[in-house]
């Protein structure tokens, strides 16, 4: 358990919208120590599996990593198939002691499916809804998804409801910025 006197890491905000045909990831590059900003560009959103899934992470970023080179693997070992992939990457989470203790939280998508995947087992699909989906993680994740819902009845481009979520969680919380990085998979 951390010690609440320590400054302590926070990062990002990290968004995925469906929506047209077309699945967005975007994620801001603040990272931050206590009350410092040490960066500001980080790459936090990244193509995988030749470039036929796209991820984002919120938490740790050695974390984020290891478990970006673990869900490679495993869509390796499971080709074209994201959803069973993730399962097992979870299930390994869930029970691997080293996996166990990584902080971090993952979006992932393809062009058939996008999902969310945390430590404590979770692989979860967003709700559709007639006007498509979303999901957010990380510190603004909560800013980006309220605002990010309030667009999608009204913006056609999933591009467009991702930034400008990014933008109104990085006016509210301040380990977001508006350096923002975006990839995408059509459908």
């Known amino acids: 358990m951390p010690d609440p006197a320590l400054p302590s890491w926070?990062?990002?905000?990290?968004?995925?919208?469906?929506?047209?045909?077309?699945?967005?990831?975007?994620?801001?590059?603040?990272?931050?120590?206590?009350?410092?900003?040490?960066?500001?560009?980080?790459?936090?959103v990244r193509r995988l599996a030749k470039g036929d899934v796209i991820g984002g992470f919120a938490g740790a970023t050695a974390d984020a990593f290891t478990l970006f080179e673990r869900l490679e693997a495993k869509l390796e070992q499971y080709p074209g198939q994201l959803m069973r992939a993730c399962v097992e990457l979870a299930k390994d989470w869930r029970t691997d002691r080293y996996l166990r203790r990584l902080e971090a939280m993952m979006l992932v998508a393809d062009a058939r499916?996008?999902?969310?995947?945390?430590?404590?087992?979770?692989?979860l699909e967003p709700e559709t809804g007639e006007h498509g989906s979303m999901m957010a993680i990380g510190s603004g994740g909560n800013f980006a998804l309220a605002a990010g819902r309030a667009l999608l009845p009204?913006?056609?481009?999933?591009?467009?409801?991702?930034?400008?979520?990014?933008?109104?969680?990085?006016?509210?919380?301040?380990?977001?910025?508006?350096?923002i990085v975006v990839e995408s998979v059509a459908a």
């Open 113 to 123: 499916i996008g999902l969310v995947l945390t430590g404590n087992g979770d692989v």
């Open 10 to 44: 926070h990062a990002t905000t990290i968004v995925m919208v469906r929506k047209a045909g077309r699945t967005v990831i975007a994620g801001d590059g603040q990272v931050s120590f206590g009350q410092t900003v040490i960066k500001s560009n980080a790459r936090k």
């Open 154 to 179: 009204y913006e056609d481009d999933p591009e467009a409801i991702a930034r400008r979520a990014l933008t109104i969680a990085g006016e509210i919380c301040v380990y977001t910025n508006g350096n």
